[in-house]
């Protein structure tokens, strides 16, 4: 199927994969997922450079910015210690709204959506032969729900559960534009991307090779 259509030729809809993890196909409009790779261009141009995280001591495979808050494996800072030591780049104002928008629309809880404060965004460069392990993002001091937005080449995206790194798990294919949302009892569920598609981003995207992930966290630090 890769080389006859993009993912957003066939029909996604919105679905939890177990209570708490919400995937919502196709949620960024076209214009908007362009327009998200361009501000991507340039934060490359930041103060801390795009970089492999050392994990265990091993880099890993995906390339690496932050806002609001630089992210190392266990912990957050305002510098970026183990890179260069400058401040990190601000949060985005329009990110913390798009975050908002995008807990109300996965959840329908707009309650939840209009506290949500995110205040750190992780922003993923996978080449197409970078992978993510399994991991839990417990780096966060609450349990705030964690957005996802995918760009580019879709992934092979697993979600495990909460109590290891192993089965059960179900796999999904994120598309460029795609939402998912990790909230409540999925909040700190196991999760890691097997697999980048090569080619399937959507044409005149904007990005010519791989897949960005953005992710935004309410830290609770201040
Ligand atoms: O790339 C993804 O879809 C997930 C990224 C992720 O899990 C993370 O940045 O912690
Ligand atoms: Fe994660």
Redesign the pocket.
């Given at each position: 199927m890769d080389f006859l259509f993009d993912d957003s030729a066939l029909p996604r809809e919105p679905r939890q994969l177990r209570p708490g993890a919400w995937h919502v196909p196709g949620w960024l409009a076209p214009e908007m997922q362009s327009w998200i790779i361009k501000r991507f261009f340039e934060w490359g141009n930041g103060p801390v450079p795009p970089h492999q995280t050392l994990f265990n001591g091993h880099p890993m495979s995906?390339q690496?910015l932050c806002l609001g808050w630089h992210w190392s494996p266990s912990s957050y800072s305002r510098t970026a210690d183990d890179i260069n030591g400058a401040p990190v780049a601000p949060m985005e104002p329009w990110l913390v709204e798009l975050g908002r928008r995008a807990v109300r629309d996965a959840t329908g809880d707009p309650v939840k959506a209009q506290s949500y404060r995110p205040d750190a965004a992780?922003v993923?460069y996978?080449d197409v032969n970078a992978t993510?392990g399994m991991?839990q993002?417990a780096e966060e001091r609450i349990n705030a729900p964690?957005v996802?937005l995918?760009l580019g080449d879709s992934?092979t995206?697993r979600m495990g559960n909460t109590e290891h790194r192993n089965r059960p798990w179900q796999e999904v294919r994120?598309a460029s534009g795609d939402l998912?949302v990790f909230d409540g009892p999925a909040r700190f569920a196991y999760?890691?991307?097997t697999r980048i598609h090569p080619g399937t981003a959507p044409q005149g995207c904007g990005l010519g090779s791989g897949?960005i992930?953005i992710?935004l966290r309410q830290t609770g630090l201040s």
């Open positions: 995906v690496s992780i993923n996978y993510m991991h993002d964690v996802s995918s992934s995206f994120l998912f999760h890691g991307v897949r992930n992710t």
